[in-house]
RNA sequence: GAGACGUUAGCUCAGUUGGUUUAGAGCGCUUGCUUGACAGGCAAGAGGUCACUGGUUCGAUUCCAGUACGUCUCACCA
């Protein structure tokens, strides 16, 4: 057979994943198996796959095929939700270039176009996963404005208002003038930006004098409506009751005083302009002040500004600059550092504004998902979420619920007569509502507008582990009961808020009980510079060229290697290039494998069979480990040992122990033992590398078709010979020190050398010894009793042994390295008896820690005294 | 401004209830090898007063307090 060197991951890939989809090997239905199941935090439906998602889909497969591969009935529901506001900015912009105004067009025509684009586009990023081995059942796909989604969306919307836990109401809200839509405070993110102070005077109404107000916004000077300082306040006391004069507008407003004012900063001195500052806003309720809203909703000045009319804030904020120094009230203008807060989705900057919206009442229903998380039904990983956690949901703000926008959940409220409302699933119950309340029973579907806004897309996505299962509109059926709760959760810190509290919330809310039992929070891909990987940067690799580069197993195990939970990942290409190599190890090794000839006749030399026998053990201690990592989620620590066991101690120690000379045959028993072991070695790999371990599964033994490795059970965790594997960790030291004699003597491998050991034969393993024979080609081993001249020497443990050189050993050479080791053997013991010294510690110190350090004693001695005497053997040959 | 978390090798991180032969891994680095599975490899090696200062203790990388620096979250500073 020939077998390329290099491993080649492209054909396996399409082979292997549509040899699982051929044999529905993803898919799960309800039986009497213990569930595994993991909703896909679903990405946006016109996406495309970058970095996080590669990390965050890698983490949810590994999870779900080792499940899958212990016995569970794994199910991994896929799906996309709609992601109103960017996929509506997306279908508007698109509509532009066409020349179609949004405006011009009805709500169904433009629900139209959102359509077509989102089946043009739409699921393109799960094509993509199945790239990366994603092993989804894919038969359930959803999407979050499907039918079912959509109603049970509707209903929820509807008893969250029939509980009274829904409100309308005028608020101050976070208003992005470019999606020209409210948004909720989590997708506000505030920076420090370079900005201007201006020293603004207003007159005194009546009177001469002025005062001066500082402000990073003279644009809104336009909505003041007051002027406010501090009641405790000397400087402007004298104030009190009087009128000033706002620039640009000429308006008369009153001087007022309020403690929210702070003395030290600016002038004392604050405009209050209560439409559009939250604070101002406040105030403004306080003192009875009217409030003038100078903002058009896509940020431009409005007829009520007065001025600048249409033109927009950026400018207009200049144009106010003008106006003010031409009519001297601008005093003088400063740098200043504000923080400004932007929109989370556009990048626009968010203007605080007041407007109708839709609020959930947050208090009581996020207190069972705050304990939940607090008493450990549901586990965070990495548990330092937990105070973040805590701090959010005891500090909950309401949740603006409503979007000025087409593309998504339509709110469920009609309106009737002077604002009064009803609010129902369908258009007729709300009919049936409307004439109740209104007591006219004449009210028809016309007199009935419904609300023209849609939900915030979380309003939604918080339902996801729920309405996967259909648990709302049906909340007896089998796959809910079977399914719900999930068990994993795998997603980004970011939207712990955003979306994990809400998941929360709901699962307590719609099925008293918690929709996953651990969330594992993944860290965030970053670059070189610590920089997040983003489109807009330029610096994020295309992943699906990744896959082309490196093979998807490649990829997954460089994203996987580097990503403890909640640490950020540094991407560097040299990631899915260990992950390569480490594919290319595998490969190779199989080759060697898989190349030689069996042989019946030959007997199994001792070495091989003791190698077996030491190789079964590290494949239970590994299995044991990996299992307690997995335990508590460090994957990447699991992949390390994996990484390790395979590369270290199957290829670098067991095949190099087992392997037959060059076009020599191998015993059949070791052939066959290495196969089973080789099998068991691609099946603990399986979850991080389903591609290559599947092609090499396929190819290890006779299969059927049908079989595949990722239907197989992993190896179980079971006890393990821990005095087999600490004699062959002493091998290990020994089969070093004679590769280091070979080395520093200049002794070629091909030449056969001698090993003496000073020690009584019965101590040691003989078959062991014949693993030393054969990995440093000895000619003999034998014991003796006392040192050999002109030999090189090593010592393990107390143990000295000799490497007979025939006048090839350099004295002065020797000695240096031999004083060496004598002043590291002194340094250490001085150490120790530091400690066996204090009385107070032989006193105190429990009696297993004494012993040991006892032990360390008699050991450190009996090194300085074998090394002492070789030394001064040394020193009369000189 | 308040709070949370962190600071261990050049980089990214482990270090499991304070003692495990004077601290570990992967990558990177240095040196030597085309040794017939693998140069996408093999072998050997260098590299750390565990941020700093105190405290508790027989004993501290590990526990406590403070300092410095960093990251994140929340918050109304014009």
């Known amino acids: 057979m020939n077998i390329p060197s290099k491993y080649e991951p492209g054909k396996a890939e399409s082979t292997w994943y549509s040899y699982w ?26 996406g495309v796959l970058h970095m996080g998602h590669m990390l965050n889909n890698t983490i949810q497969d590994v999870l779900t095929r080792r499940a899958r591969m212990q016995g569970k009935n794994a199910c991994w529901v896929p799906g996309t939700d709609h992601a109103s506001i960017a996929t509506e900015a997306k279908v508007v912009a698109k509509l532009k270039e066409q020349g179609i105004e949004k405006k011009n067009l009805t709500r169904d025509e433009f629900l139209e176009h959102a359509w077509e684009w989102t089946h043009k586009h739409g699921g393109i990023i799960l094509e993509q ?5 994603a092993s989804c059942d894919w038969d359930r796909t959803l999407f979050t404005m499907d039918d079912k989604r959509y109603d049970s969306v509707i209903k929820v919307f509807v008893d969250l208002h029939n509980k009274g836990l829904i409100y309308r109401g005028v608020r101050m809200v976070n208003w992005d003038p470019q999606a020209r839509t409210a948004v ?23 009177e001469d004098g002025f005062v001066t107000v500082a402000t990073t916004r003279p644009e809104t000077i336009l909505g003041d409506t007051a002027v406010c300082a501090n009641p405790d306040d000397k400087r402007y006391s004298h104030l009190k009751g009087k009128k000033v004069i706002v620039p640009m507008v000429d308006r008369e407003v009153p001087f007022i005083f309020d403690s929210y004012v702070d003395k030290e900063f600016g002038t004392g001195c604050l405009k209050i302009t209560p439409a559009h500052d939250i604070n101002d806003y406040e105030i403004g309720i306080r003192h009875k002040l009217p409030s003038i809203d100078v903002f058009n909703e896509d940020g431009t000045m409005s007829e009520k500004a007065g001025m600048f009319i249409g033109v927009d804030r950026f400018q207009a904020r200049e144009l106010s600059e003008k106006e003010l120094r031409k009519s001297g009230s601008l005093v003088k203008v400063e740098n200043y550092n504000n923080k400004v807060g932007r929109s989370e989705r556009t990048n626009a900057v968010i203007e605080p504004r007041l407007s109708m919206q839709w609020f959930l009442k947050m208090e009581k229903i ?34 603006c619920i409503s979007r000025q926008l087409w593309w998504g959940h339509r709110i469920p409220a009609w309106y009737f007569s002077n604002g009064e409302y009803v609010v129902a699933e369908t258009e007729q119950e709300a009919l049936e509502l409307a004439r109740k309340k209104s007591g006219n029973k004449s009210l028809s579907a016309k007199d009935l507008v419904q609300d023209e806004d849609v939900l915030d897309t979380w ?14 509109n049906d909340p007896e059926n089998n796959d809910y009961k079977y399914y719900y709760p999930t068990n994993d959760l795998i997603t980004a810190p970011e939207i712990l808020f955003f979306w994990v509290a809400r998941m929360i919330i709901a699962g307590y809310e719609y099925r008293g009980e918690k929709p996953f039992s651990n969330v594992y929070l993944t860290g965030l891909v970053r670059d070189q510079q610590r920089r997040k990987m983003s489109k807009s940067l330029g610096n994020s690799p295309e992943p699906i060229d990744l896959i082309e580069k490196y093979g998807a197993d490649g990829v997954r195990v460089g994203m996987l290697l580097c990503s403890p939970a909640g640490n950020d990942l540094l991407y560097d290409d040299s990631l899915p290039e260990q992950g390569r190599n480490f594919a290319n190890k595998i490969w ?40 307690n990592n997995f335990k508590k989620f460090r994957i990447s620590e699991a992949l390390m040992s994996s990484y390790k066991l395979f590369w270290d101690e199957f290829s670098g120690w067991y095949l190099e122990i087992i392997k037959p000379e060059y076009q020599k045959p191998i015993d059949r028993k070791t052939f066959q033992a290495t196969v089973d072991i080789f099998e068991k070695l691609a099946e603990l790999m399986h979850s991080f590398m389903p591609f290559i371990t599947e092609e090499i599964w396929q190819m290890l033994k006779e299969r059927k078709d049908g079989e595949s490795i990722m239907v197989t059970r992993l190896p179980e965790s079971k006890r393990y010979n821990k005095e087999l594997l600490a004699s062959f960790e002493n091998i290990k030291e020994t089969v070093t020190a004679v590769r280091s004699v070979r080395k520093e003597k200049d002794i070629p491998n091909r030449e056969t050398i001698e090993l003496l050991i000073m020690a009584d034969s019965s101590e040691y393993d003989n078959s062991l010894m014949k693993v030393v024979s054969k990995l440093c080609n000895l000619s003999s081993v034998e014991f003796v009793e006392k040192r050999r001249e002109g030999a090189a020497s090593f010592m393990i443990g107390t143990t000295q042994y000799f490497i007979p050189l025939e006048g090839k050993l350099d004295v002065e050479a020797e000695l240096s390295k031999l004083r060496q080791d004598l002043e590291y053997d002194r340094g250490f013991l001085a150490n120790v008896m530091k400690k066996l010294e204090n009385e107070r510690f032989v006193q105190n110190a429990p009696a297993n820690v004494i012993d040991l350090e006892r032990k360390k004693k008699s050991d450190a001695e009996a090194r300085i005294k074998s090394l002492g005497e070789r030394i001064s053997h040394l020193e009369k040959l000189l």
Request: charged letters at 25%; glycine letters at 4%.
């Open 21 to 46: 989809m051929k044999h529905g090997f993803f898919k799960s239905t309800p039986d009497d198996r213990e569930p595994y199941t993991i909703v896909i935090p679903p990405p946006n439906v016109t």
């Open 184 to 206: 909720s405070d989590e997708e506000v993110n505030y920076t420090e930006e370079k900005s201007k102070l201006y020293y603004v005077k207003y007159r005194i109404a009546g």
């Open 366 to 399: 996020s207190k069972p998902a705050l304990d939940a998380v607090m008493n450990g039904d549901v586990h965070l990983h990495p548990s330092k979420f937990r105070n973040l956690y805590r701090h959010w949901m005891e500090n909950v703000h309401d949740w």
């Open 129 to 133: 996963l199945k790239r990366l081995g």
């Open 459 to 472: 309003f939604s996505s918080w339902l996801w582990p729920i309405t996967c299962f259909d648990g709302i």
């Open 588 to 627: 190779n090794a199989f080759r060697l494998v898989k190349g030689w000839h069996v042989d019946d006749s030959i007997p199994q030399p001792e070495s091989s069979e003791v190698a077996v026998k030491w190789m079964n053990e590290v494949l239970k201690k590994s299995v044991h480990e990996i299992d």
